[in-house]
Every structure is written in structure tokens, then in C-alpha cells.
């Protein structure tokens, strides 16, 4: 890395842990600036503007969600591992100590979604791939006849998704003990269900 | 109600209004009273701060959740169609036109979880006594022999709550045009299964 690719990322990763408490809206590049003691137009040499640095921590954060979750779930044998790997993957990318925060796409899932903009819209395609990963992952399994024909891929992938966001509902905000253990058996009826009847 | 008290009804529901879409943390004192067209200090006369102005909109809010979502579910018969109607109410809050922002406690959920303080704290109990809600009214369907009685009548709580927060991302972030379909049909499955197997 140069000496300017350094800087700049490590402006990102500062900001994205002050957005992961504070949300992506909560930054402020002159806030940023003197945290990292740099000047405000040396912070937006590298940033354009704070748009521009909103979309890059979400960018960051895609890269890091696909190499922690999603890659080494698509390792995984096709059907029933393949998911739970991801879920369980998911689950600890939500708890994890790194991001004291939380998840920057759920939190920024119920921040932007009445902001129209291309911070949103880099959002929106970020989440729609993981949806399709976990429908195509059902798809797959169907086709192999690991999963029953009649499933519905595209709900499972709402339930799959609603539960890892119910999940941080309830671990981080509601702080209820038995959060994870009761999503993780909720995952486990799930995956059971998708199996065929024989 | 009195002038003052009109006032200070107006000033809550703008405020939701605006919190609706920019967050809790969005508000500034400063703006409001401009759009108000109010001074300042006649806007801390009502509310002696921010923090103050946003517990009156999660309180507003809570009293117009129990009125339209949480009463009416009450007064139907226990079981499956007491808990139908609250996740129909419930969608139906979360797609009301009158708060074009979505749920203000689906919002502040993710925004507040970082946020230690009195804010977050009047959240967590309004969100733990729905949680309690749903729970219970299960609780009330087993004891009666309405639903199973191996049902974990907590796991349905997260199950049902996790629904419509994924309802919530899907329709109004992702823009998924089935996504009241989906959550209807794996709300009607999660019924069904809690019913007895006979």
C-alpha cells in the first residue's frame, strides 16, 4: 500500500467504527478530521465528500461480510451446510468485538431507507445480492433434492434474513440472554422444514 | 386542551414527523423551532431538552401503537386470531401513510442500541412489554389448548417480532414488491404450527 492508500484507510476504518454507534448520518468530516488530527481539506483530498466516505466504509464493510460470511459459506457442501454456515457466520459477524456497533448494513438498512441518494442505492445492492445468496443457496439445494421441491426459496430468504435482523433486535437493543439460542432453533426448524418429506 | 398543551402536541408531531425520516438523532432544536416558527427558548419552554422531546415521541407513539395495533388485537378471541390480528395491525403501522418514515421504534431500535441513557431505556421497555405481548397472548392460547403444548412461547415472540422488522427492510428498503405476501404466508405457517397436532 502507498503512504496515500494507508491514509485512507485507515480514515475509513476510523469512520466506520464511529458510524457502526453513530450511524453513517452522524458523521462529520471535520469531527473525523481533528480525531485523526489531519485538516478537514486534507480528509476531503481523499474523500470528495461525505457521501463519497459513507459509500466506501459500506464498501469496505461488503468486502470483509463476503470474506468472514459469505465466501466461507459458498465453500460449504450445497444445501443444509451451506445455510447454516452462513447463518452461524452471520450470527458472529453481528456480534462480533470488532464492531462494538453492531451490523452497518442494519443499522444503516433503517437509517437510509427514506434517503434517496446513491448511498442508498449502493445499500439497497449490497442487501439484495445476500438475499439472492441465501435464495439461490435454497435453489440449489432444490434442485439437488437436499430441499423439498415445493419450497419457496425467495421466502426463506426473507425468514433466513428476518431472523439474523430479529436477532440483533434482540441481543443488542432488548440485550435478552437467550437471544441467539432461541434464533439459532429457529434456524434449525427452518432448515428441518426445507427438507424433503421422505 | 389548553394553548400550552396544543403547542406542545404540535411540536411532538412534527417532530415525529421529521425523526420518521431523519432518526431521533436527527433532530436539531434549532431547525424545528425555525419550522415551527417558533424561538428556541419558546421550544425549550415546552421540552427542557432534546432528550426530553424525544421520549414525547416515543411516548406519542407508544399510546397510538396500543390504540390502533395492541388494543384491538386484545379484544379478539385468544389464540390464533388474537395474534393475527396484531401482526395484520402491525404491518399495516408499518406501511401507514400518516408516517411515511416507517415504524419510529423499528428507527430508533437500531439507532439507540450504541446509546446508553434514558432514551434508549424508555425504548427497551416499550419494546420489551410488545415482546411480552406476543408472548403472552401464546402463553394464553396454550394454557387454554388452543396451541401445543410444547409451543416455546418466547421463541414465538422473536419469530413474530423478527417478521415484521424483516418486513419492514424488505418492503421499505428493499422494495420488495411480495415482501407482505411473503411475511403473511411464513406468519400463517408459524400459526399453523403452533396449533395442536390433532
Redesign the interface.
Known amino acids: 500500500m502507498s503512504k496515500g492508500e494507508e491514509t485512507r484507510d485507515r480514515i475509513v476504518r476510523y469512520a466506520a467504527r464511529v458510524a457502526?454507534?453513530?450511524?453513517l448520518?452522524?458523521l462529520s468530516i471535520g469531527a473525523l478530521a481533528s480525531e485523526l488530527e489531519m485538516s478537514k481539506s486534507g480528509l476531503f483530498a481523499h474523500f470528495g465528500s461525505k457521501q463519497e466516505l459513507q459509500i466506501e466504509i459500506l464498501r469496505a464493510a461488503a468486502l470483509e461480510f463476503e470474506r468472514k460470511v459469505v465466501h466461507p459459506a459458498l465453500k460449504q457442501p450445497r444445501g443444509a451446510p451451506r445455510l447454516r454456515t452462513l447463518f452461524d457466520l452471520w450470527l458472529k459477524w453481528v456480534n462480533a468485538p470488532e464492531t462494538?456497533?453492531?451490523c452497518v448494513f442494519?443499522?444503516a438498512?433503517?437509517?437510509?431507507?427514506?434517503?434517496p441518494g446513491p448511498v442508498?442505492d449502493f445499500?439497497?445492492e449490497q442487501?439484495?445480492a445476500l438475499?439472492d445468496v441465501i435464495a439461490r443457496s435454497a435453489r440449489v439445494a432444490v434442485d439437488s433434492g437436499l430441499f423439498r421441491k415445493d419450497l419457496?426459496c425467495?421466502?426463506l430468504a426473507?425468514?433466513v434474513?428476518?431472523?439474523a435482523?430479529?436477532?440483533?433486535?434482540?441481543r443488542?437493543?432488548?440485550?435478552?440472554r437467550?437471544?441467539e439460542a432461541?434464533?439459532r432453533?429457529?434456524f434449525d426448524q427452518l432448515i428441518t422444514r426445507a427438507l424433503p418429506a421422505d
Open positions: 457502526s454507534r453513530d450511524g448520518e452522524g462494538p456497533g453492531g442494519i443499522a438498512a433503517f437509517e437510509l431507507d427514506d434517503h442508498r445499500l439497497v442487501q439484495r438475499f419457496d425467495e421466502q426473507l425468514e434474513h428476518a431472523l435482523i430479529g436477532f440483533h433486535h434482540a443488542r437493543l432488548l440485550r435478552l437467550n437471544a432461541l434464533a432453533r429457529s
